[in-house]
């Protein structure tokens, strides 16, 4: 019967069964996980990219002990939302982290209607936009 272990010294064969698993149920998105002592694993399109796999986030999660949500400054997904979340142990400490690509943060709601209300400012002034019938200039 096989074994896998999640610890603090997990390795990538370790982790790989259960991110694969994760990666399915998860519609196939981008996931990646490290134990605190070892590099991990990288999963992409069904398949294990890289067996020694570790990441700016997954490491600050790890220092942190603190879920994150943020665009990576470098590596593979720099600039792509991510979420990324502590292993804990039985004491609450951090033995390993778990990342997947953030599919929510691409569509950042709040930001957008920023923009959008400041747009609509620009154009229409302080009144409310023009009617379908009125011009833009009009409320210039």
């Known amino acids: 019967m096989e074994q896998y272990i999640i610890s ?3 390795r990538a064969r370790d982790l790989a069964p259960v991110m694969i698993c994760l990666h399915d149920l ?3 998105l981008p996931v990646t996980a490290r134990s605190r002592d070892h590099p991990g694993v990288r999963i992409e399109d ?5 067996e ?3 990441g700016p986030i997954l490491e600050e999660v790890l220092e942190e002990n603190a879920t994150k949500r943020v665009r990576p400054p470098g590596g593979p997904y720099k600039g792509i939302p991510v979420v990324v979340a502590p292993i804990r142990d039985s004491e609450g400490r951090a033995i390993g982290a778990i990342g997947i690509v953030d599919v929510t943060g691409i569509f950042d ?3 957008f209607m920023e923009q959008n209300a400041g747009i609509r400012k620009q154009v229409c002034g302080e009144d409310p936009c023009p009617l379908p019938t009125e011009s833009p200039a009009a409320k210039r």
Not at 46 to 50: A, C, L, Y
């Open 8 to 10: 603090v010294s997990s």
């Open 26 to 28: 998860l519609g196939r």
């Open 46 to 50: 069904g398949k294990v990219i890289d």
């Open 52 to 54: 020694a796999y570790t």
């Open 109 to 111: 709601l709040a930001g």
